[in-house]
């Protein structure tokens, strides 16, 4: 079936930092890609989407790249914050119905 | 100010006993989610709609049930028959099954 694989956490990084999350997964067809991000005891925030190979979906300084031949969905970001510590969630979509494929998540913590 | 409300934010109920939880959408959308997050872990689905009148099971449907009698609103009812209510629980809104999904702020339920 449909999965998502992220990397273990928790991610600690320093203030200002390089950031990557790594995000792979299988789904069968072409799956709109997500990434969501969960801070403590709220709902989940739309971070980007990318909805077709090599798309780049952006925002908040935060990058993902839709890599159909490897089937990942990386999230980078090039200097965290300190108000980045969330957990992050990749999310491929089934496109017949509409379900998003969660995987455990990844905390990042940042330190300042 | 469009959204997504669930409410109430904290539940407690005793073991035996029914409960339905609130999910309310402003944003004229045609599909309506319900996840389940348990500690540490990824959303698991346990109901979607993507029309009024129509609901179908998601991965975790057993113990559970819903209605979508307005467009508007999607409320759960967990049953006695959930052995492991306790989670925090997601209702999610998108305007088709196949585009992004926004999350309402969440309830917790506690069941003793």
């Known amino acids: 079936g449909n999965s998502v694989t992220q990397m273990e956490g928790p991610v600690t990084l320093s203030e200002e930092a390089f950031l990557t999350i790594n995000c792979t997964y299988t789904?069968?067809?072409?799956?709109?890609l997500f990434w969501y991000v969960q801070y403590p005891g709220e709902g989940l925030q739309l971070l980007l989407k990318?909805?077709?190979?090599?798309d780049k979906g952006s925002n908040k300084g935060f990058e993902a790249t839709y890599r159909k031949e490897t089937t990942s969905f990386h999230l980078e970001k090039g200097s965290v914050q300190v108000s980045d510590s969330a957990v992050y969630f990749c999310?491929?979509?089934?496109?017949?119905?509409?379900?998003?494929?969660f995987g455990q998540g990844t905390t990042l913590q940042v330190k300042p | 100010d469009g959204g997504i409300t669930q409410s109430p934010k904290y539940l407690f109920r005793k073991e035996g006993q029914n409960v339905t939880l609130s999910c309310e959408q402003n944003?004229?959308?045609?599909?309506m989610y319900w996840y389940r997050q348990d500690p540490g872990q990824g959303l698991r689905l346990i109901y979607y709609?993507?029309?009024?009148?129509?609901?179908q099971k998601g991965d975790i449907a057993e113990g559970y049930s819903v209605s979508r009698e307005k467009k508007e609103s999607f409320p759960l009812t967990v049953t006695s028959a959930q052995k492991n209510p306790t989670a925090f629980y997601l209702c999610?809104?998108?305007?088709?099954?196949?585009?992004?999904?926004?999350f309402g702020p969440g309830t917790r339920l506690t069941v003793t």
């Open positions: 999610a809104s998108s305007r088709t099954g196949a585009n992004e999904q926004y």
């Open positions: 709609s993507q029309i009024v009148n129509d609901f």
């Open positions: 999310a491929p979509q089934e496109s017949n119905t509409g379900k998003l494929i």
């Open positions: 789904a069968t067809g072409y799956p709109s």
């Open positions: 990318a909805t077709k190979a090599d």
């Open positions: 944003l004229n959308h045609d599909a």
